[in-house]
């Protein structure tokens, strides 16, 4: 018995669009995170003239997708803003703190004149942060983690 053609490729297209587009969804970042992002980006002070970063990030685009971030099921996970020219500092108010997905944080070769805050604890998820070169100053440079297993420097 023969099938006929047309049903069996309408039948492959339909699965191959549906594949995609369950691809597309599941790689999307979600509003709040891209919202967090963008709220955090204007918080920060940077030289947009050697920004290769944070200066490329576009609300129009998918967050996942910028330079710097990465995301798991639309969450941002690792966020890697080594050599922005960020300067000035980050305190306890910072939006930073409610990115709570964050497993690894990159903070090297910027210019911060602050320690770093008790807030990056509740970041419980965290277990990589580099601030090497960053000029952090003060009394806390060894951050009060609660994940198990942090790396830093």
């Avoid at 963008?38 to 998918?62: A, C, G, H, R």
């Avoid at 602050?114 to 009394?139: D, Y």
Wanted: aromatic content about 8%; overall charge neutral.
């Amino acid at each position: 018995m023969r099938t006929p053609l047309l049903p069996w490729l309408f039948m492959c297209s339909l699965l191959l669009v549906t594949s995609i587009n369950s691809v597309e969804v599941c790689g999307q970042c979600l509003g709040s995170q891209k919202s967090l992002l963008i709220q955090f980006k204007n918080s920060l002070t940077f030289d947009y003239s050697w920004s290769t970063k944070l200066v490329k990030w576009n609300e129009s685009l998918d967050c996942c997708s910028w330079e710097g971030v990465s995301c798991e099921e639309g969450r941002v996970t690792h966020l890697d803003l080594s050599d922005e020219s960020i300067y000035g500092g980050l305190d306890n108010s910072s939006i930073l703190f409610n990115l709570q997905h964050l497993k690894s944080l990159d903070l090297s070769s910027n210019i911060f004149n602050s320690s770093i805050p008790s807030r990056i604890g509740n970041l419980t998820r965290l277990s990589f942060l580099e601030s090497i070169k960053c000029r952090l100053c003060g009394a806390n440079t060894n951050p009060p983690i609660k994940a198990k297993k942090l790396g830093y420097s």
